[in-house]
Nanobody, 125 residues
Framework: VQLQASGGGLVQAGGSLRLSCAAS????????MGWFRQAPGKEREAVAS????????YCAESVKGRFTISRDNAKSTMYLQMNSLAPADTAVYYC???????????????????WGRGTQVTVSS
């Protein structure tokens, strides 16, 4: 499974970005996906997860109401729409794919053996 995240950049506080994650190597529509992030000096944290059927879970309390995870199975692509960005959202964002279909949505990083390279999101104050 290969994952390629894109869409990061520098944005002012209050702004928006949309991250994309293109997947290949297996039938995308059969599996859930997840977004994680890691800020400098901090541990990686789960942001959001989406099941193969489109059910969503927002793992980080701080992103609820601001971020939206979605997927386009026809394009084998997952998205993370990020609105009302704050400096605390500054991190490298990673997309990840789980090993098993029946995880549904999961915020447990150990369930994700496949990771993209990450895309940097920097929010200035």
């Amino acid at each position: 499974v290969q994952l390629q995240a894109s869409g990061g950049g520098l944005v002012q506080a209050g702004g928006s970005l949309r991250l994309s994650c293109a997947a290949s190597g297996r039938t995308f529509s059969n599996y859930g996906m997840g977004w994680f992030r890691q800020a400098p000096g901090k541990e990686r944290e789960a942001v959001a997860s989406i099941s193969w059927s489109g059910s969503t879970t927002y793992c980080a309390e701080s992103v609820k109401g601001r971020f939206t995870i979605s997927r386009d199975n026809a394009k084998s692509t997952m998205y993370l729409q990020m609105n009302s960005l704050a400096p605390a959202d500054t991190a490298v964002y990673y997309c990840a794919a789980p090993s098993r279909r029946n995880y549904g949505t999961t915020c447990v990083s150990d369930h994700y053996p496949y990771w993209g390279r990450g895309t940097q999101v920097t929010v200035s104050s």
